[in-house]
């Protein structure tokens, strides 16, 4: 069974960064495809990048260029590196998994998720 924590929110000041971390136990296969999702208050779920052996990378395109996502396939990490963070991009991160993804920036296609952890960027 697969499990994800995920780690290295908080908060920072306009432009800053972060990289997220999501630590994956269990047997993630290659049909696997690993995504970041996040959801501010009041605002529908929405998918940030995705990436893993089954299924593309794929990013937000309001988000490509700022965020980077990468995967350490030895260590099971996932990670998401934010640039020139904004106000707006403060949320509540989720790691998330799923099998043969069709669409990778879609939160219908996982099953697994993690508690997330929260990003706040102040003006």
């Known amino acids: 069974q697969v499990q994800l924590v995920e780690s290295g929110g908080g908060s920072v000041q306009t432009g800053g960064s972060l990289r997220l971390a999501c630590a994956a136990s269990g047997d993630i296969d290659s049909s696997y495809c690993m995504a970041w999702f996040r959801q501010a208050p009041g605002k529908k779920r929405e998918g940030v990048a995705a990436t893993g052996s089954g299924c593309s990378t794929s990013y937000a395109d309001s988000l490509r260029g700022r965020f980077?996502?990468?995967?350490?396939?030895?260590?099971?990490?996932?990670?998401?590196?934010?640039?020139?963070?904004?106000?707006?991009?403060?949320?509540?991160?989720?790691?998330?998994?799923?099998?043969?993804?069709?669409?990778?920036?879609?939160?219908?296609?996982?099953?697994?998720?993690?508690?997330?952890?929260?990003?706040?960027?102040?003006?």
């Open 68 to 123: 980077t996502i990468s995967q350490d396939k030895e260590k099971n990490i996932l990670y998401l590196q934010m640039n020139s963070l904004q106000p707006e991009d403060t949320a509540m991160y989720y790691c998330a998994a799923g099998r043969w993804v069709g669409s990778p920036i879609d939160s219908h296609e996982y099953n697994i998720w993690g508690q997330g952890t929260q990003v706040t960027v102040s003006s």
